[in-house]
Each structure stands twice: as C-alpha cells, then as structure tokens.
C-alpha cells in the first residue's frame, strides 16, 4: 500500500438537534490517519481532520462499525469505491462466537486470547438463548443433539462479533477441536483444550462457515431495529464497571474482566456500546463543573466502544462501595504508590484514561446499571 493510501466509505450519522439521518462520503488517510467528509446531498466538505483529532485505525474501520469523529458517531455502511472494496474486504471478514453457559467464568481468559490472537472484537452481548432458537442457529449443524441444546440453554451465554482478515478459519483455529479430549492432544493451546470438559461442554462456540457466520450474527446483532434480545440485569445489590475505550483499543480487556472474577466480583449481565456524546454527557452529568477532567472523560468515552457490567459479589453487602474500593483511586499514579493492586493501578495511564469507570457513590449504582441496561439498550 502507498505510505499514505485512501480508503473511501459511506456512513451514516444520526444528527440529533435535526432528527435526521445524514448521508457522508468518508475519506480516511492511512499514513497520516486524517479524514475527510462530504455531504452526499449538497456535495460540500463537511469536516477534515488531522491526525491530533483522529485516533482511528484502519482496522476500525469495516461495514457495520461504529467509529466517533470529533464527537460523531458515525456508522460505516457501504465502501465508497472498488479500491477500499478490494483492499479490505479480505480482511476485515467477519464471524460470531460465543462462551458457553459452563465457561463464563472464564470469559476474561476467553477475550484476551481473542485479542492475542489480533482479532477485534466490535460486538458482545449477554443474553440467553431459547430451545427454539438454538435449533433454528444450528440447523446447517447435524450433529446438534437434544443434549447439545440442552447444554447451550441451560443458562446465558456471551455472544461477540469478530472481526479480522480471514476471521472465520482464524477463530476456528484458536477454538480447535469440537471434543475437548482430541483438542488436548492435537492443539494443546487452543480454547477447548484449555477450558472444555467434554463434548457437551467444551466452552466455546464457532461459525462453522462464512454464511453460517452471517445468519448467526444476524440472530445475536441484527442489522435493522427489530426487537432485539433482552438483558439479564438485576439492578439490585449491583453496581456498574465501565471498560473505558483506551483499555479495550490496548487489548487490556480480558485482563481488566480476569482480574474482576479474581478479585472476588462477577458480572450479572455485561454488553458491548458505542456512545453517542450527548449520552456521555448525560450519563457524566454529575461531573460536570466538579472535576477539571470532566472534558476530558466526556471525549475518552466517546473515543470508541465501552464494555459495561453489572457487577454482582457473593462476599459483601454493599457491593458499589466494595467495587469502587477495587478500582482504586481516579489517579492511577495515585493508585500505584497507595493501592498497587486496584484496577486503576495496574491498567490505568492517567486520571482520564484511567482504565475503568466504577459507580461512586452507593445510592447511584442502580441508576447507572439502568442507564446503560434499560435506557441505552433500547
């Protein structure tokens, strides 16, 4: 590719103030990560940016993704020509998996040999699947017994979109083998071998081809606005974590969520949202005019995807007060030199990127797990 090649996309922004779905032509610079964007209607420039502005990958950028510029959250629907077609279609392949029932416990082990592997990771969703359902998504599938969908019923799962060059033969490889017994001895690192009992319960499902990728993925996140499937979320005796943006981009996520299930603390429900800057601001109103970094945090969010959970403990009463105490301090440097082992000591960068958000005060944690659970999941 040339050091500073174009790749052209249509998307599609949502502007709120006029109620209206606008139509851009979308320039984005390989070399020097700027952007640019046209309106297709009146054939005018509408923004450019340079590379201060604009902390996109290529690999952010696929059919489907949602990317946020300058406080935009645009969605990528269409390539803009033959050359982006050609270029990236090979790559940016995508397919959906998912953690089985018996496995959730070790979603955090899961995620980040997903990202080990250099696969993205653009969609997660709790939810639980129905008999019904479960036949219908492996009807390509033989082998499906009634035990088999009984395993995969017998509670919720997590469901993701990945994305990647060559994602479907990639993610069947780091899978490996449908029976655990035969993944130990011929792919002895794969996620069977490591975490699958048997063949009823070997952890993790894959997209057996192409097409079966694309009708599971329509099932878990479909591309239009028809019902979707619902959450788990309690909203009593939880509070909220929030996955901030910089974290997930760095593939600290399944580190973030294996140290939470070491800590003690587990998640109820837990899904993957791109947030709009008026829904930041809203959810960070309380911040607003207390805490010189409040715009910053707004801009950290709006950055890119966020990976909420609604964070449940056996071993306490109070479980915002005992998570917050987890996280540790806002200042992570703070955080390093008082309490070394929080969250924020080990994966946080400064007081905005700060590796997670938590519920800080206890009278709040329902509204916040509400927030995202039943407002923005809508």
């Known amino acids: 590719m040339a050091d500073d090649a174009r790749f052209a996309f249509i998307v599609e922004w949502y502007e ?14 390989s070399g020097s990560k700027s952007i640019e964007m046209f309106d297709i209607k009146t054939r005018k420039m509408f923004l450019k940016t340079n590379i201060s502005a604009s902390p996109i990958e290529l690999q952010d950028l696929y059919i489907g ?85 009984n395993a995969i019923t017998s509670g919720p799962i997590v469901a993701f979109e990945l994305v990647g060059e060559n994602a479907v033969q990639r993610w069947q490889e780091l899978v490996g083998p449908t029976d655990p017994s035969v993944a130990r001895s011929e792919a002895a690192s794969s996620l069977r071998a490591r975490f699958g009992k048997d063949l009823l319960h070997n952890a993790v499902h894959c997209s057996g081809s192409p097409s079966a990728a694309a009708r599971e993925l329509e099932y878990f996140f479909p591309s239009c606005s028809k019902a979707t499937l619902t959450n788990c979320a309690l909203g009593c005796n939880t509070t909220l974590c929030l ?29 993957m949202f791109h947030m709009e800057k008026a829904n930041v601001e809203e959810f960070l109103e309380v911040y607003k005019g207390v805490l010189h970094e409040y715009p910053g945090m707004v801009s950290e969010l709006a950055s890119g995807p966020v990976i909420a959970m609604e964070i449940i403990s056996k071993s306490t009463d109070n479980v915002a007060e005992a998570f917050r105490e987890f996280c540790g301090p806002m200042d992570p440097e703070i955080a390093r030199h008082i309490r070394p082992r929080t969250l924020r000591a080990s994966f946080g960068v400064n007081k905005v990127q700060n590796a997670v958000h938590c519920t800080d005060l206890p009278e709040d944690a329902s509204l916040e797990v ?8 809508r």
Do not use: W
């Open 65 to 149: 993704a949602s990317i946020n510029v300058l406080g935009r959250q645009l969605k990528i629907v269409d390539f803009g020509d033959e050359f982006t077609k050609r270029k990236l279609m090979s790559k940016l392949e995508r397919t959906l998996g998912y953690v089985k029932p018996n496995s959730l416990d070790k979603l955090g082990e899961i995620i980040h040999a997903i990202y080990d592997r250099g696969l993205l990771i653009s969609k997660l969703r709790l939810c639980k699947v129905e008999h019904n359902d479960a036949y219908r998504l492996h009807e390509e599938d033989n082998k499906q017994s009634a035990m088999n969908i």
């Open 243 to 271: 996955i901030k943006p910089h974290a997930i981009k760095a593939g600290l996520a399944g580190k973030i969520i294996m140290a939470i299930q070491d800590g003690g603390f587990s998640f109820n429900t837990i899904q």
């Open 16 to 29: 709120e103030l006029a109620a209206r779905t606008r139509t851009f032509q979308f320039f984005y610079y």
């Open 370 to 377: 509400e927030y995202f659970f039943k407002v923005l999941d």
